[in-house]
């Protein structure tokens, strides 16, 4: 691999702070994130488009990051997990939903199932039940069956929980 | 109960799960830290003739290179020890590892593992289970006679464990029938998958060394660890990040040794993090495919008159834990009915397969679909309706089950009425469209299993435990049952967890037992410290400590509120004196015994502590032009005993409808002529997702029951992956006009099946 060939450096903006990270052509966003820059709360599933696990937004737009390229993303901005919560003590309610609607349990799809709820939030703000199973198929879950993570994103969207720094209950 | 009457219940650990910031094993880094990779067989059957790691060893940036020649000469597994790290001579499934690499980046570890050379003499994959039984067949172990193994075991050649149940004359029973139905089904094998694939960290300091590891089992994975290396326990540390899921996929000991291994010989940390693909093929926790054979004698009446079975479950390469799946297999051949003459014979046979493993209710769900389609069969039979013939058979409450355990307060008739008429079982409905109703049953499974509990001075508690958290919720339910005993609130107490250092053991998130047993352990310790409390506030407060009640974070004299102190000031005494300390462990309840049934190569499975009940009742439509089917809605009912955590325990039940529903449409491992998996990513192994999935409608129905878990708890994690696929089955046979035989009953085997006209 002749890195010195293909690598470059490029700033990139993960969620609103600008990253120097020196990388490979070729190297997908997702390995950037958790292995450059120390982002772990996106997950890898399946490397392969098919779990929704590394699921981020990029211009608000929802991508797989294992299957996108870094460099693409120069320029852009990067919203992660980690950049999801307003303050490091208030959550969005989207995170408080999830968890009190009880859509959580192993929690390795919940990250990338919160951008995705967050993308769809975005174009849609009062899906229909229908309109989030839909929005929300990109994303596997093996615990829950989906139904209390469904109800999360209609409670958000009903505005039925505002922000609150009760995380600790 | 509908989803906004179940009171709230917040994950100790949601935060860290919402927010991004809590640790899985894939996402620790230590400094120093290299790469592993494995070399694998890629062949089902051969013998190694050559094998040359030279090339790798010589590569720049590989620090450990290991094969069967570099660790202790040890073969493991739990029950028969046909096992060995690495092969040795044989392979007997494309994912036995050959050899071992650590480096100093994953991509010059793999480059290193294609250096390694090695060659076969290939031998003939064996993989039809019931032809391996054939006493002329070749022999995927050839020594099986050498291995230490159980002496309860009954094994022979390829069979590698049977078991039998054996209750009245069985012939006799089918002499005096009205009716005798035999059918034969075929269930594929299938997989866990869950979303997290596994990863291992290992770092030694001196002579001891921390493993960090997706293990549902931490303590198994340390005696795993220890065995193999051959290291006493105190050397051994196995940390359990926050788990990614395992549904019994991430059961057992496995590849935390290697990863050890490899990080001792490199003096330095190693993670092992697994692709998609390795996920499905490498790790020896398939779920198991099943042929089931099963002949009913019936009178028009509807009383069952015997019951002859023959099950034989694909074991895979090797044992693992599964040497108990015939007998397992054998209860879900007779089912929750009574039946009062059987004969049931149950085989685990070793194949060139990936090997199997306990996946969330092992052989359950299989079988249980095989006898719930019979069952619909023997009741079209005698024109009887399925519903009708099942609450006429079915166990209950002060009855004796076909094994001859005598059953307390039981729930099941409860659950076959009410799932069924919350579903509108009998309705008429739209064309293409039809109910599907089937039952299963489940043991709780009684283990040791410790925890500690403390208050400090400030009156913050603790709870210290052995038990794994996988997502249940499980772990975290524990903090209600000590707030209940103290007098607190759950969120008074922190959680120590899935750290095999500090907390005492436990068996691990397998067999739905965190709760029953642990939680047994955690009220044993907080009643210990309630006791303390009621001691020091007698003193303060003039009174006897019996008449001392803990509620609020105070302890008062009962019938006078005013007359208090808080918890925290009595924390602050025993600070300075005697500590608030709890322990618990408490004995494992006692399986009742079974009366007038004989076990052959018995496994302790033929009765059942705390026995679990369900009914599943699908609506579901068919296209009867492509063979695709559609869940509409699914009613649960379920008797686990008293409902701790409603929102967790309604969280079991709906995730495993769905695992359900995928086994019965759509996860199927399929196999080329060779023996290799040929669906091993998740676009061909197709999991259900928010789209497909229908409308689920849970009830419990509460039995209080005695010799179980806490406050009458019996386990739940298993039971709601029993009866879906069954129901389902039985849903489409109704509108096909006869039974699927195979699972998972896809599209195309639906279409295959309407277009002979029924099987």
């Known amino acids: 691999m002749s890195n010195q060939e293909t690598s470059k450096s490029v700033f990139l903006n993960v969620n609103g702070v600008s990253y120097p990270v020196t990388i490979d052509g070729g190297r997908n966003l997702l390995s950037v994130l958790r292995g450059e820059i120390g982002l772990t709360g996106t997950k890898e599933g399946c490397d392969d488009c098919e779990c929704g696990a590394c699921m981020v937004l990029v211009d608000g737009q929802p991508v797989n990051s294992c299957s996108y390229l870094a460099a693409q993303t120069q320029g852009r901005e990067i919203t992660t997990i980690e950049g999801v919560a307003p303050s490091p003590e208030e959550m969005d309610p989207l995170q408080t939903n999830i968890l009190e609607a009880g859509g959580v349990q192993c929690g390795f799809c919940t990250p990338g199932m919160i951008l995705s709820a967050r993308a769809l939030l975005e174009r849609t703000p009062h899906p229909s039940e229908e309109e989030v199973r839909i929005g929300l198929s990109g994303n596997l879950c093996r615990c829950t069956g989906y139904a209390r993570i469904v109800e999360a994103v209609q409670r958000t969207a009903a505005g039925a929980k505002t922000a609150t720094g009760d995380t600790g209950q | ?759």
Not at chain 2, 356 to 374: I, K, Y
């Open chain 2, 1 to 759: 109960m509908t989803t906004t009457e179940i009171p709230r219940f917040v994950r100790a650990d949601g935060p860290d799960k919402v927010t991004g910031s809590g640790r899985y094993t894939a996402d620790l880094t230590l400094t120093g830290m290299l790469a592993a990779k494995f070399k694998y067989s890629g062949i089902s059957h051969g013998r190694i003739t050559r094998l040359d790691v030279t090339a790798a060893r010589e590569m720049a940036g590989v620090l450990a290179v290991l094969t069967d020649a570099d660790v202790p000469d040890v073969h493991y597994d739990p029950q028969i020890k046909d096992r060995t790290l690495f092969a040795r001579d044989i392979v007997r499934f494309e994912g036995e590892i050959v050899a071992a690499v650590a480096a100093l980046t994953p991509e010059i570890a793999e480059a290193a593992v294609a250096a390694i050379i090695v060659e076969y003499e290939e031998l003939t994959p064996i993989l039809d289970p019931e032809a391996a039984m054939d006493k002329s067949s070749p022999l995927v172990h050839e020594d099986w006679e050498s291995y230490e193994a159980g002496s309860w075991l009954v094994r022979s050649g390829n069979t590698a464990s049977f078991s039998s149940l054996e209750r009245g004359d069985v012939d006799a029973g089918l002499a005096e029938a009205d009716q005798i139905i035999s059918s034969r089904y075929v269930a594929d094998g299938s997989h866990a998958a869950p979303i997290e694939p596994r990863a291992v960290v290992a770092q030694w300091e001196g002579n001891k060394v921390t493993i960090w590891t997706s293990t549902q089992v931490p303590f198994d994975a340390r005696a795993g660890v220890c065995e193999t290396l051959q290291l006493p326990t105190n050397r051994v540390r196995v940390i359990v990040p926050h788990l990614g899921g395992g549904f019994g996929g991430k059961c057992g000991f496995h590849f935390e040794a290697h990863v050890a291994a490899l990080a001792r010989t490199a003096g330095r940390p190693v993670r092992l993090v697994f692709s998609r693909e390795e996920e499905f093929t490498i790790p020896d926790r398939r779920r198991e495919g099943i042929v089931v054979e099963l002949t009913t004698g019936v009178r028009k009446d509807g009383s069952i008159t015997a019951r002859k079975a023959n099950v034989v479950i694909d074991c895979g390469a090797y044992i693992a834990d599964t040497a108990f799946f015939p007998q397992l297999a054998a209860m879900h051949a007779v089912g929750p009915y009574l039946v009062p003459n059987l004969m049931v014979e149950s085989q685990i046979v070793y194949t060139n397969h990936q090997p199997s493993g306990s996946v969330r209710a092992p052989t359950a769900p299989q079988v249980c679909w095989a006898l719930e389609s019979h069952i619909d069969e023997v009741a079209k039979a005698i024109n009887m309706d399925p519903v009708k013939f099942r609450l006429k058979n079915a166990v209950d409450t002060g009855m004796v089950g076909p094994l001859g355990q005598t059953y307390e307060e039981i729930g099941l008739r409860r659950c076959i009425q009410q799932a069924t008429e919350a579903a509108g079982y009998g309705q008429e409905l739209p064309e293409n469209e039809a109910i599907g109703v089937a039952i299963g049953w489940w043991p709780s499974f009684a283990s040791a299993s410790g925890s500690y509990v403390k208050l400090d001075d400030d009156g913050a508690g603790q709870i210290i435990t052995g038990a794994q958290e996988c997502g249940t919720g499980a772990v975290m339910t524990l903090r209600q049952l000590a707030a209940d005993e103290l007098g607190m609130k759950p969120e008074d107490f922190e959680i120590i967890y899935q750290d095999t250092a500090t907390g005492p053991y436990d068996m691990g998130a397998t067999g739905s037992q965190t709760l029953l047993n642990n939680g047994r352990a955690v009220v044993e310790a907080s009643q210990q410290i309630a006791e303390q409390l009621r001691e020091l506030a007698a003193d303060r407060l003039e009174a006897a400590p019996a008449d001392i009640v803990l509620a609020d974070g105070k302890a008062q004299v009962a019938g006078s509120p005013e007359s208090a102190v808080p918890l925290s000031k009595l924390a602050a005494i025993a600070g300075s004196g005697k500590l608030l300390l709890g322990h618990g462990s408490g004995s494992p309840p006692v399986a009742p015994p079974i009366v007038g049934a004989n076990c052959v190569g018995d496994q302790g499975m033929a009765s059942w502590v705390g026995p679990q009940f369900s009914c599943h009742a699908v609506r579901l439509r068919l296209d009867p032009e492509t063979g695709v089917t559609r869940v509409i809605s699914v009613h649960a009912d379920h008797d686990s005993g008293t409902i701790i955590n409603p929102m967790g325990a309604h969280g079991q039940v709906e995730g495993a409808i769905i695992m359900g529903i995928g086994q019965a449409l759509t996860e199927g491992t399929r196999y080329d002529e060779t023996g290799k998996q040929m669906n091993t990513s998740l676009l061909e192994y197709k999991l259900q997702t928010a789209a497909d999935s229908p409308s689920i409608h849970t009830q419990f129905v509460e039995v209080f029951t005695e010799n179980a878990g806490p406050h009458g708890a019996k386990g739940l994690a298993e039971a709601p992956n029993i009866a879906t696929a069954a129901a389902v089955a039985n849903g489409l046979a109704k509108l096909i006009g006869s039974p699927m035989r195979q699972l998972p009953m896809t599209a195309e085997r639906v279409w295959d099946t309407i277009s002979e006209g029924g099987s």
